[in-house]
């Protein structure tokens, strides 16, 4: 699915990102763990092909992303649901309509879809904002505004940046109910996080490997997680 081989990032002169290795295998679950600033969010665009590596790896549904053109980058970017920290929208689009975007730019009807984005709606708690403006909207609805559309088109891996982070701890629950249960449809799900009441609360429901990045390096977090 996706794949990182001795994958190094550097930005202006110093070295972010440090020999760093890791296979999404279909079906996994991970979460990436790790201080402010420690890169988990470079290291989340690696994975999408949003940056390139300075040096390594990195491969897309087993292609070398450096030997991909831009048309075959957005063709594998379709099998990835991203989530991003900063959710942006188009803020003249309905919630509704906002959502079901990528359906649109990918060509499909989305009125024929019209059932499984009302229920998507429903599942992240936000039928009463289907008409909203993104305005309008609170932090937390626009990180669940933003989930829905990234599982919209149900994409083979959905990525997450912190995507709890402005929601209170019932709904967190709710959004991570969305995700194991995409998991258990087979789905492959990595999950950027600070909250570790969070990632013990999914060890309940869902065998996940948790992954902490520390001194620029990928590691895997102690049990005590």
Known sequence: MIELENVAYSYGGGELLADMSLKLSPGTFHFLTGPSGAGKTTFMRLCYGALLPTSGHVRLFDRDVRQMDR???????????????????????????????????????????????????????LTHRADALPPE???GERQRAAL????????????????TGNVDWE?????????VELNRMGKTIMIATHDLALIRAAKQHVQARVLRIANRRLQLAGADL
């Open 148 to 163: 829905a559309r990234a599982v919209i088109m149900s994409p083979d891996v959905v990525l997450a940046d912190e995507p």
């Open 171 to 179: 709904m967190s629950q709710r959004l991570l109910r969305l995700l």
């Open 71 to 125: 048309d075959a980058v957005a063709r594998a970017r379709r099998r990835i649901g991203v989530v991003h920290q900063d959710c942006q929208f188009l803020d003249h689009l309905s919630v509704a309509e906002n959502i079901a975007l990528p359906l649109t730019v990918s060509g499909q009807d989305a009125s024929a879809q019209d059932a499984n984005l009302k229920e998507l709606m429903a599942w992240v708690g």
């Open 137 to 139: 909207l609170s932090g």
